[in-house]
């Protein structure tokens, strides 16, 4: 399901980058890494990809403010699921609110990931 997919990991913890990025290749994804979303917008704004992963708290804009501005200035509907390593309700509800299509708690296994694609629509 994952394979050949162009996946922009928006992630400033190394580990998590590592362990995430990892699990993705052997998948056959295609990775690029993002450590804050800065960066994200600028890779949204150079190049196509499939589908998003965003921490919620990165240095400099955080994967709330990426979020929306890849939906309302860049006008984008890629497929963005939150990251986080919380379950608290009010933060998956606005993540909903500024665009993103799901939220996974870290650490995630693919199984998971690839659940919640299933649940979404997306890749089928």
């Not at 052997?26 to 998003?52: F, K, P, Q, W």
Request: proline share 2%; net charge negative; aromatic share 6%.
């Amino acid at each position: 399901m994952l394979k050949d997919l162009k996946i922009l990991i928006a992630e400033d913890n190394v580990l998590n980058q590592k362990i995430v990025s990892h699990n993705l290749l052997r998948s056959g994804a295609n990775v690029t890494l993002a450590i804050n979303g800065n960066e994200v917008i600028e890779e949204m704004t150079r190049g196509h990809y499939d589908l998003i992963l965003m921490d919620l708290y990165m240095p400099l804009t955080d994967g709330f403010e990426a979020t929306e501005y890849i939906r309302q200035t860049l006008n984008n509907n890629i497929p963005i699921i939150a990251l986080s390593a919380s379950n608290f309700e009010d933060e998956i509800k606005r993540c909903m609110s500024i665009g993103m299509n799901a939220c996974i708690v870290k650490p995630f296994d693919l199984e998971k990931l690839q659940k919640t694609l299933l649940e979404l629509g997306i890749f089928n």
